[in-house]
């Protein structure tokens, strides 16, 4: 994967983060934009002095894990997903092995997901003893495809686990109606789709449990480790609650094997900060989303994201497919802009799970979007210029290997 680090030149919008038609008209520009894959300085200097600020509380009060920076944020999370608890920890990862212990999975058990997702989806699963059993997506949304779960569940099926791969939601509708007509419980893995939502309600909120990642870069994101689960199950959240700090429920008294799972006081007072701005950076997200599609739509060899209007997406990422997919992420990478892969190797096909026997081949679809994913630059403060520079250059490497691709020609007869 191209590294995304940061620049400090990279241009970026006033301080509330616009799309690309309210920017500033563009300056003349040098023969290369630079244009990073992510820019979390630009972000920073939007937030200095009200995050400085509310740190420094949680240091004057030296309520560093837990606490209640911790408690204030699972409040309004759980309120912003539309359920009725919120249990912060220190990863998505973390979210997601919690969600299966709350279930009571373990070995022996199946649990069923998708293999183009972060392995971290397939960790928890085998955190617990427990076999992923892997279902093809569907290409157009690359997410879940509801239609092969009938022929993936089996007597030891526990639990499906949906992911909503590049905040692109996954068909709930369908995936709850299927796992009700079971009986399975479902985990919804939305570590990369904070605010999206499907028939008008956000992800998260949907199944038995929902799943989200603050790593640094996501949509909402701390500055550090950090995650959560939601669920409207009382009895989930207490259990949650207590496997998070060591399985207990009164201080010292451990009732069964717990965690270090805690979320710290400084993550928390970062993301409550941040939460307030979240739907105006999704608004961002999804306005230059808009703008690469536009600027893209038609261009030879290049597959876009699709929108559904019933679950629209937030742009965590924005992945467009194409062949030679290395070879263009080099001459991007060439001319100052960063990409990245995501994600490169499908869980199936990882040397961590050879065990369970897959070869290429065994889910085509989710190896296809391996082998042509490529995704470009996308975070709120993406100015025009930048977004215009990205278009450009690679709507011309694009041409130029299409006219390399093209056989020479025989001259007329004179």
Request: glycine share 8%; proline share 8%.
């Amino acid at each position: 994967m191209t590294t995304a680090t940061v620049t400090d030149n990279a241009m970026t919008c006033p301080p509330a983060a616009c799309p690309p038609a309210a920017c500033p008209p563009a300056a003349a520009q040098p023969a290369q934009v630079k244009v990073p894959f992510v820019d979390l300085k630009a972000q920073f200097r939007t937030l200095e002095n009200e995050v400085l600020t509310a740190i420094a509380d949680v240091c004057r009060e030296a309520r560093f894990c837990l606490g209640p920076a911790v408690e204030a944020f699972e409040a309004r999370f759980a309120e912003y997903c539309g359920a009725a608890h919120c249990v912060a920890v220190n990863s998505g990862t973390s979210a997601l092995h919690l969600a299966m212990r709350c279930l009571d999975i373990g070995p022996g058990d199946e649990v069923i997901t998708v293999p183009a997702t972060f392995v971290a989806t397939a960790w928890a699963i085998s955190y617990v003893g427990a076999r992923p059993v892997f279902v093809d997506i569907d290409p157009a949304s690359r997410t879940m495809d509801p239609q092969r779960l009938a022929a993936a569940v089996t007597p030891r099926t526990r639990a499906i686990v949906p992911v909503h791969l590049y905040g692109q939601p996954a068909d709930m509708r369908a995936i709850l109606r299927f796992a009700e007509s079971r009986g399975l419980p479902v985990i919804e893995d939305a570590a990369q789709a904070h605010g999206a939502s499907c028939d008008g309600r956000r992800v998260g909120g949907l199944g038995r449990i929902g799943c989200f990642s603050f790593y640094p870069g996501k949509n909402l994101g701390a500055f550090g480790e950090g995650g959560a689960l939601v669920t409207n199950d009382p009895d989930i959240a207490a259990r949650a609650r207590a496997l998070r700090d060591h399985g207990q429920r009164r201080r010292y008294v451990h009732e069964e094997i717990g965690y270090n799972y805690r979320m710290e006081g400084i993550q928390a007072a970062v993301l409550g900060i941040k939460l307030a701005r979240l739907d105006a950076w999704t608004a961002a997200r999804r306005a230059h989303a808009a703008e690469y599609t536009r600027r893209l739509a038609g261009v030879p060899g290049l597959t876009l994201p699709r929108e559904f209007p019933d679950r629209p997406g937030v742009y965590h990422l924005f992945v467009v497919e194409l062949d030679d997919r290395d070879a263009v992420a080099a001459r991007l990478q060439q001319a100052g802009i960063q990409t990245g892969l995501h994600y490169p190797v499908p869980v199936h096909l990882q040397p961590a799970y050879r065990h369970l026997g897959h070869a290429a081949g065994d889910f085509p679809r989710a190896e296809r979007l391996s082998a042509r994913c490529l995704s470009l630059p996308m975070f709120p403060e993406l100015t025009a210029d930048q977004i215009d520079g990205v278009c450009r250059t690679l709507t011309d490497i694009l041409a130029k290997r299409g006219r390399a691709d093209r056989p020479p020609q025989p001259s007329g007869a004179d």
